[in-house]
């Protein structure tokens, strides 16, 4: 029988996991389809309860549903540290939570990056995205800085960590960027429809800067633009992080290796055929 993958998230109507996986299936030859569920906060419990029911054999989880979701399942450890899933595995019965963002943004990192150890790393958000890429750096003995709007939230984010201190955008932002490694932006800022956004601008980067952005849509964000303008050499754009959390997914529910190559110029074709301006 055909089994059935999903992601749960509201709004999840564009989302290109879909496309990703559903690419990933017809490589391998696998009968399965992936859709997309629009589930409130509300509904949430009610939809992973159903979905065991149905025999749905795998979950994604996504905005804003990550950290809720962690209270009806079994959550694995590291999922629980990072205080959010964003994958279930129904394979075993009872439905098993991981989060695959952390381990998805480390691939896409050590793609332009030998060895994390020791290398300063701002990040930009304190979020749910934030917190599970911070806490896999702040294992690989990265140094790390969280900074963040809301600064408390960037101090509660730090608590968790072992190596890392927090701060503003302001000020304090601009001072520190000289002396890092890596930039990451973990916020929505550059997102389609605010295309124009950017946290950080060409004048305080350092060509020997890596940056990399979370954000997909558009592929070349602000940021990414920036970073060309000031001369930086090693850009990860938003794309890589999405198919290689995917990926992760994809391994926990099929126990299959991934065709990252096809999920990723499944995920690029679409985004290369939006007309630009198009109100997503
Ligand atoms: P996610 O789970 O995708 O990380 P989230 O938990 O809502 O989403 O976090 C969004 C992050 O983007 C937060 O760090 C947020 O800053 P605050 O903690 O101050 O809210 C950040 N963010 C969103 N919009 C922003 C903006 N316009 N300027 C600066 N930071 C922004």
């Not at 381990?103 to 995205?129: F, H, N, T, Y």
């Not at 850009?235 to 997914?249: I, N, T």
């Not at 110029?265 to 290369?272: Q, Y």
């Amino acid at each position: 029988m055909k089994r059935i993958y999903g992601i749960i998230g509201d709004p999840v109507a564009h989302s290109l996991s879909p496309v990703m996986h559903n690419a990933a299936f017809e490589k391998l030859g696998l009968d399965a389809l992936y859709l997309a569920f629009r589930v409130s906060k509300g509904e949430l419990k009610d939809a992973i309860r159903g979905a065991k029911s149905l025999g749905i054999a795998g979950l994604n989880v996504t905005i804003p549903l990550k950290e809720k979701a962690l209270f009806f399942v079994n959550a694995e450890e590291e999922a629980k540290k990072i205080g959010a899933i964003n994958t279930i595995d129904f394979g075993s019965g009872t439905p098993v939570g991981y989060n695959t963002d952390g381990i998805g943004s480390m691939q896409a990192l050590k793609e332009v990056v030998d060895e994390i150890k020791g290398k300063k790393v701002l990040i930009l958000g304190a979020g749910g995205a934030a917190r599970a890429i911070s806490f896999y750096l702040d294992a690989e003995g990265a140094k790390v800085t969280i900074a963040n709007r809301t600064k408390e939230r960037a101090a509660q984010l730090t608590s968790i960590l072992h190596n890392a201190k927090s701060i503003g955008l302001g000020a304090e932002l601009t001072k520190q960027l000289k002396d890092m490694d890596i930039l990451i932006n973990a916020t929505s800022v550059g997102m389609h429809p605010n295309e124009d956004a950017t946290l950080v601008r060409a004048d305080l980067m350092h060509p020997d800067l890596v940056v990399f952005d979370i954000v997909y849509n558009p592929m070349e964000t602000k940021l990414l633009k920036e970073a060309k303008k000031a001369g930086v050499k090693k850009v990860v754009d938003g794309v890589k992080m999405l198919v290689y959390q995917g990926a992760a997914s994809f391994k926990i529910w099929t126990k299959k290796e991934p065709p990252i190559a096809e999920m990723e110029k499944a995920v690029r074709d679409v985004l290369n055929s939006i007309p630009k301006r198009k109100v997503l």
